[in-house]
């Protein structure tokens, strides 16, 4: 008896004692230029044990919490390779229990991987309400919020077999690349389809797929030379995250004496950032204010919080094959924990791209975020950020199309003034263009599907310098208003993605002839756009717009392509001489749109509210 004990008691030890409910990263890669490779671990009371790798891997060191279910154990990767490796835990000279950690083999190339560009069209969508490919996992024993598709803000149903269903529709429109808006789990009980309120950083929602299923998209659009753009969190996480239940340290989240639970909302004021006037209160509201009460405002000054986003971001990347990442809210994080966390992940992989959400109405502010702004290094700052969001273009798109006389500062002057200032940022051609995106109204809405109107913005966003992204439904005409009806409007289901849906809009047959105008013509700019590198790396020589007809040329050595916008009622007609320097000798140009050939040697009449690419000869 006392022999099998003896025996036994090992075997009652390690079950009773293995306390370990998650390993982050729950494992990793062999051959990584992020060297250091710091493993969250986490169970009841983990801390008493001390911890060693039996395998020969080095233990830089193993850092105890002031919440005792936490160890934060940072191990050098440099020489190890891919295989299983074992994790001790001791007392004394006891190993009380033990737990496996894998280091796999990398993708050939997978750090030199090319990031979306310029020569991509970006397709934003909400997967809640673009498709339901599976509607088994509507609603899922784990997660708090059911699908109801009668409630606007409710979840609808839409997920990764949805989008994995229709990459075919969005590569025959011209599509190159999708962002979704963000996929991880958010278990909050109410308006979850978002998912900017993430409950677990290394799971993809139940309701959308597992993360096998995001990795399968990733490799189903990779088929098709397609990438895939994660949109990442960094500044907020949600409330029901585990970790925000269990915090590790109580700097992890800002917290603030006079708010309820911690919480104090941001000021929402962005410009604290740089502003060498601004006071230092206002500066802490803005960056360390929560951005709603269902997400705590995560410390990015917090080392420990800092390394654990920097290496999910490289997770993700590594496991999923993504070929960039969307930042919400960049320009609230802390500017220095944001700017080590780009850098880090830029290093790695110095290929890729990301694109921070600076949601700013002056070209200076937003210029401040790139990479290598000079505004930024008049107070020695550098975002690293590739990637920065054109808003005061949307702000243009927003109005001027029905402007339809040019003032000094309104119609296709809006756009002009726009472009003058890109001396400003340092890297012109990594400016995401668009019309509108899943927070603002509608571009159909605010233009009561004018169909003109439409064309004209689209032959802006497929010609101009920058990254196109185009939002989900406006290329069949969708509506919604967000004023009015709230977010619920402007992020309707897709018609088509719900089995019984009255009509089907991924396909020609199914789409009403509105439906059909609007995806044609945007069908045929962004294919017509997919091969022309003078609009993807080309220059730009804009001339001021007069009657309300704005005039611009994309440009390199071997190609010519001048873009007409007549924001005007009446047609116009305008006289050629004025453009000598670009047209010179070319007499003759190729009219994409209505495929027509343009004489180019006196003067050029274009229809009210029209537009038109023409490729010189």
Request: net charge negative.
């Amino acid at each position: 008896m006392k022999q099998l004990i003896q025996i036994l008691l090992p075997l009652i030890s390690m079950t009773l004692f293995s306390q370990v409910d998650k390993i982050e990263p729950p494992f990793w890669w062999e051959g990584m230029t992020h060297s250091e490779l710091e493993l969250m671990v986490h169970g009841t009371d983990i801390a008493q044990y001390d911890v060693s790798f039996s395998d020969g891997i080095k233990i830089i060191s193993a850092k105890k919490m002031e919440n005792p279910n936490y160890q934060f154990i940072t191990i050098d990767t440099k020489n190890v390779k891919a295989g299983t490796y074992t994790l001790n835990f001791s007392k004394g000279n006891k190993v009380v229990f033990n737990k496996p950690y894998e280091f796999k083999q990398r993708r050939a190339n997978s750090a030199s991987r090319k990031g979306f560009d310029s020569s991509d069209i970006i397709y934003l969508l909400m997967p809640d309400r673009f498709a339901n490919g599976n509607p088994n996992i509507d609603s899922t024993d784990d997660t708090a919020e059911k699908a109801n598709r009668e409630h606007p803000s409710g979840r609808h149903g839409g997920d990764i077999q949805g989008i994995i269903n229709h990459l075919d529709y969005l590569e025959e429109l011209g599509v190159t690349s999708i962002w979704s808006t963000p996929l991880l789990e958010d278990n909050e009980p109410r308006y979850s389809y978002h998912t900017y309120a993430q409950s677990d950083y290394y799971k993809i929602d139940p309701r959308f797929g597992s993360n096998e299923d995001y990795k399968r998209l990733a490799t189903e659009m990779h088929k098709r030379d397609m990438k895939l753009i994660m949109d990442y969190v960094t500044n907020h996480w949600g409330s029901k995250h585990w970790m925000i239940l269990d915090l590790p340290t109580k700097d992890w989240i800002h917290m603030w004496n006079e708010g309820k639970n911690g919480f104090q909302r941001s000021n929402y004021r962005m410009t604290t950032q740089f502003d060498s006037n601004a006071s230092k209160a206002d500066a802490e509201a803005c960056m360390d204010g929560w951005f709603d009460t269902t997400m705590p405002d995560i410390n990015q000054s917090n080392p420990l919080a800092l390394n654990y986003m920097i290496q999910n971001a490289i997770w993700w990347i590594e496991y999923a094959d993504l070929d960039g990442l969307r930042v919400d809210t960049y320009s609230y994080n802390d500017k220095d924990g944001i700017s080590k966390w780009t850098k880090a992940i830029m290093d790695e992989y110095p290929n890729f791209n990301i694109t921070g959400e600076v949601w700013m109405h002056d070209q200076a502010q937003m210029a401040y975020w790139q990479k290598d702004s000079k505004i930024g290094a008049i107070d020695g700052y550098n975002s690293y950020l590739p990637t920065v969001m054109d808003f005061t273009l949307h702000d243009a798109f927003s109005v001027m199309f029905n402007e339809d006389e040019q003032g000094w500062d309104k119609g296709m002057v809006r756009a002009y003034e726009n472009f003058a200032n890109d001396f400003l940022y340092p890297d012109i051609n990594n400016i995401l263009v668009f019309v509108a995106n899943h927070d603002t109204m509608r571009f159909n809405e605010l233009y009561q599907n004018d169909l003109k109107k439409y064309q004209m913005a689209m032959t802006m966003i497929a010609t101009i310098r920058g990254i196109p992204q185009v939002y989900y439904g406006d290329e069949i005409g969708m509506m919604g208003d967000k004023n009015t009806k709230g977010d619920g409007d402007i992020r309707r289901d897709f018609p088509g993605g719900w089995e019984g849906d009255d009509h089907n809009a991924f396909d020609a047959s199914g789409r009403n002839e509105t439906e059909n105008a609007y995806f044609d013509i945007t069908k045929k700019l962004f294919n017509w756009r997919k091969n022309k590198e003078v609009i993807h790396f080309g220059k730009t020589i804009h001339f001021v717009p007069y009657d309300n007809v704005y005039v611009y040329f994309r440009y390199n050595e071997t190609d010519k392509v001048m873009v007409v916008i007549n924001n005007n009622p009446n047609a116009q007609t305008i006289g050629l001489k004025r453009f000598e320097e670009m047209i010179h000798n070319s007499k003759t140009g190729k009219e994409i749109i209505s495929g027509t050939t343009i004489s180019l040697e006196n003067e050029l009449t274009i229809e009210g509210k029209s537009s038109m690419i023409i490729e010189l000869n």
